[in-house]
């Protein structure tokens, strides 16, 4: 295969990715004829972006239904002064 630039054989990677879930270091790196090392350093970049999941031996698109970032787990709208409070847990102690 032709020797691509970065950002095309990023995008050809998010392809490939697209048309089989799962591949491995290498065998990205035979196809588009470049070391592993350089497609660890794509796979960082695309994980970073939150484009491609790392697993054990290659990697894949990410999960769906992954748990968000705890910032957005947290954030939360307050409540109303009006509104009603809570009632208690069941397993707390009511007299």
Known sequence: MKQ?????????I???L???AFWTVSDLADRF???EETIRR???QLEQSGVIQKV???FRPP???SRPPIVCVCARTPRPSSASPRPPP???ATA
């Open 56 to 58: 054990h031996g290659g």
């Open 63 to 65: 999960a769906t239904g």
């Open 14 to 16: 998010v392809q490939l």
């Open 90 to 92: 069941p397993w707390s």
């Open 42 to 44: 794509d796979a960082k």
């Open 33 to 35: 004829d470049v070391s």
């Open 18 to 20: 697209e048309e089989q």
């Open 4 to 12: 691509l630039t970065q950002g095309a054989r990023l995008a050809a």
